[in-house]
């Protein structure tokens, strides 16, 4: 649906030249909810402007639905454009025209008779939750009431495809969470691709399927989102996840360890198998100790994903076997180094 080839952007200002992006590529597929987490400078405002031709590629493809939209002329590309909505942190709405007039713009924009736009705008408008506000200005709104006139307005050509430019990052945690929401029905319910990029780990957690980490001009890790938050692999994909899974070993434990050098493993549950009495089967099954270090259950797409951290001890042949067992049981195990 929207394909990055071997993408580089470089900015020449008078002062400097800024490689912003260093060589993407990167896939997302139709149906996808795709986030793109990154600290301030990564890129990531770089690679989202490409999508829809704010930026120009310096090297590389930007392939959009099948269309490298730099190849097309003015016509050929206003049409794909309409097939590309985009929402704002700040919103970017028109404080002088009304909330009807705002999310009338494109329509207006691309020629659609009165008529058709006044059906379709009361239409997005009931879908968003604010029909009461038509006549209303956007200076009379809440940031969240706003974002959802942003939201409406980039639906109104029918889009297949929606950029998120930090779209929650102006919004308080309870507001966040209702436009998330939102963003997840308009992907269901209208069959609409959503690429966001954000500097929040929760907002990932919340409504993507798939995630791209980005750090100085490249993606330095990529996957599905339980991929990522079960098994990060860098260094700022794990700083990322331990801002909302925490899984630390405990520091009292690693100060009582002294020399001695525990066996320590990380067991992550996914769905179902939260739920199973792993444990118990275990110390049923081998001869050996588990004691729990910690322990906790968080939602990732409102699918449960557990963690735990556990000491085990016993015999070697059997704390082996055990963690056979659970790796055959299709549960993702990994074995912590600690020194003692
Ligand atoms: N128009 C521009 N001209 C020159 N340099 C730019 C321009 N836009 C971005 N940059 C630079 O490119 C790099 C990447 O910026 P970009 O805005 O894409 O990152 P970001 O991850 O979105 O960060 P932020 O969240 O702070 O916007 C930064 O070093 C930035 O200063």
Request: overall charge neutral; hydrophobic content about 40%; glycine content about 8%.
């Amino acid at each position: 649906m929207i394909e990055f080839q071997h993408v580089k952007k470089v900015y020449e200002t008078k002062k400097q030249t800024v490689e912003a992006l260093k060589g993407i590529d990167l896939t997302v597929e139709k149906g996808d909810i795709f986030g793109v987490v990154g600290y301030s400078g990564a890129g990531k405002s770089t690679l989202i402007r490409l999508v829809n031709l704010l930026e120009h590629p310096s090297e590389g493809r930007v392939i959009v639905g099948g269309k490298e939209l730099t190849s097309l002329n003015p016509k050929e590309l206003r049409a794909e454009k309409k097939k590309i909505g985009m929402i704002f942190q700040h919103f970017n709405l028109l404080n002088s025209k009304t909330v009807f007039d705002n999310i009338a713009m494109p329509l207006v924009l691309s020629g659609t008779p009165s008529r058709e736009i006044k059906d379709r705008v009361g239409e997005l408008l009931e879908f968003v939750g604010l029909s009461s506000k038509a006549k209303s200005y956007p200076e009379q709104l809440s940031g969240g009431q706003k974002q959802r006139i942003g939201i409406a307005r980039a639906l109104a050509t029918n889009p297949s495809i929606l950029l998120c430019d930090e779209a929650t990052s102006a919004l308080d945690p309870q507001t966040t969470s209702a436009v998330l929401q939102l963003l997840k029905k308009i992907n269901k319910e209208y069959d609409i691709t959503i690429l966001l990029i954000t500097h929040e780990m929760s907002v990932i957690r919340e409504i993507c399927n798939k995630v791209a980490v980005m750090e100085g001009g490249y993606v330095v890790e990529q996957g599905s989102v339980f991929e990522v938050f079960a098994k990060p692999q860098t260094e700022i994909a794990k700083n990322f996840v331990r801002t909302v899974i925490h899984d630390e070993i405990p520091q009292s434990f690693l100060k009582r360890i002294g020399t001695h050098v525990p066996i320590i493993w990380k067991i992550n549950f996914i769905g179902t198998t939260s739920g199973t009495p792993l444990l118990s089967t275990i110390s049923k099954k081998y001869d050996v100790h588990l004691s729990v270090l910690s322990a906790n259950i968080s939602e990732i797409q409102e699918t449960p994903f557990g963690n735990l951290i556990i000491e085990v001890t016993g015999d070697k042949q059997e704390v082996a076997e055990a963690y056979q067992y659970i790796k055959d049981e299709g549960i993702l195990v990994q074995e912590v180094q600690v020194n003692g």
